[in-house]
């Protein structure tokens, strides 16, 4: 069918406001968010484009894995192994960080969905992005806020970590009988979708100053793992499903990703010594790949986002702002100043979409569990750019301590 011009002009104008966006300086940090808007009319429009090339189904389960690994990858690269150690630094400001996470918006979100009555695997699509880690986007509001940029950084990794326990945990608990939940399998799947390239990435910071014991150690290791994946390339993977099954069988599974990781990270950082700028593209990687399975969730949800998909984006507007204001709030509460509460807020009111849609996409249900993320995510970059530049023109103004004037004598 001849595309119609109601069709093709929509899609121009949002692709021609992501180009342009790049040249107003004063807008340029919606860019980002632009491209999502337009990767999100163009699979409304052209579902068909976003779903299959050729014989490639760009929906399948491993290619959906492939690409949030390649996401969370190019976040990791943006980490150090210095971020773990605001922990002993701001100890009380990360402990209400990573609960406040945890409790405010899987809770925030099971109370939206039984007030506005979702199908099933849609509900539980809410429930598992509020579920998930903080994401980078926290970070970058959080630096443009003029916040506490330490603290937010800290509570990222940390909620990164937490994310394999407390993510299953609250899908269990809350989503459990809106559709099938293994907690195991999404731990493991956690750890391979998120722990893994963050690992890898992290395994290629050390290395910038690893001690020779250390990196000895890190090479052998990646030998090791060279050799294991040739293994199971060469036959190997089928060797052990015929003899294995169940929970020993995705452990080795996990201890292959694993063993990647070490593989992924020397491999990388040794091609950052011939391309020195390599780490400061990577988050245009990330940033396509969210483009990316953003449009493909968007295709494949097409048909229930006609529905409700209004409805679907004033929950994500209400869940986000249950964010902001208990996140920063919880700060305050606890004795936090301003500058830590606001990175708070942030922490509690901004969810890694990623994680969401490639667990989404590991269940098999990109289309339904995964829409909450493809509403969420661009939702949450325009407002948290839109509570960020207001904090930042009314920064925190440091109360310095002045004696009081001597009084004369009688």
Excluded at 347 to 372: C, D, I, R
Aim: net charge positive; with cysteine; hydrophobic share 55%.
């Amino acid at each position: 069918m001849t595309p119609t011009l109601w069709q093709t002009v929509p899609v121009v104008l949002t692709v021609a406001l992501a180009i342009g966006l790049r040249f107003l300086p004063k807008l340029r940090g919606y860019q980002f968010t632009a491209w999502i808007i337009a990767a999100v009319t163009a699979a409304m429009i052209y579902p068909a484009a976003f779903l299959k090339w050729g014989d490639l189904d760009l929906n399948n389960q491993w290619v959906i894995l492939l690409v949030v690994q390649g996401v969370m990858f190019g976040m990791g690269t943006q980490m150090s192994l210095r971020d773990f150690a605001g922990v002993a630094r701001s100890p009380r400001g990360v402990l209400v960080g990573a609960i406040g996470r945890f409790t405010v918006m899987p809770l925030a979100g099971w109370a939206l969905i039984k007030l506005f009555h979702f199908p099933a695997e849609i509900a539980a699509g809410v429930i598992l992005i509020g579920s998930c880690s903080s994401g980078l986007a926290s970070n970058v509001m959080t630096y443009l806020a003029q916040a506490n940029l330490a603290l937010s950084v800290t509570i990222t990794a940390v909620t990164t970590l937490l994310a394999p326990v407390m993510t299953p945990f609250w899908m269990k608990l809350l989503a459990g009988t809106l559709v099938k939940v293994s907690a195991f399998k999404m731990m493991v799947d956690i750890i391979e979708i998120v722990l893994v390239p963050i690992g890898a990435a992290l395994l290629h910071d050390y290395l910038k100053q690893a001690p020779a014991a250390g990196r000895k150690t890190v090479l052998l290791i990646a030998a090791i793992g060279a050799a294991w994946l040739t293994f199971l390339a060469a036959g190997g993977w089928s060797w052990l499903k015929a003899n294995l099954a169940g929970m020993p069988l995705q452990l080795m599974g996990v201890a292959g990703f694993l063993l990647s990781a070490f593989v992924a990270g020397v491999a990388y950082h040794r091609l950052t010594r011939r391309i020195p700028r390599l780490d400061h593209g990577m988050p245009l990687v990330s940033m396509a790949g969210i483009v990316y399975f953003t449009a493909v969730t968007t295709a494949a949800g097409r048909d229930h986002l006609l529905q409700i998909g209004a409805l679907l984006f004033i929950v994500a507007a209400l869940h986000n702002t249950a964010g902001y204001f208990f996140g920063y709030w919880l700060g305050r509460a606890t004795g936090l100043d301003k500058n830590s509460s606001r990175a708070v807020a942030f922490e509690v009111g901004l969810q890694n979409g990623g994680m969401a849609s490639g667990l989404a996409g590991a269940m098999g249900k990109l289309g339904t569990v995964g829409l909450a993320a493809a509403i969420f995510s661009p939702w949450m970059n325009v407002s948290g750019s839109v509570l960020a530049n207001y904090w930042r023109k009314r920064p925190v103004v440091a109360t310095v301590y002045a004696p009081p004037a001597p009084q004369p004598h009688p």
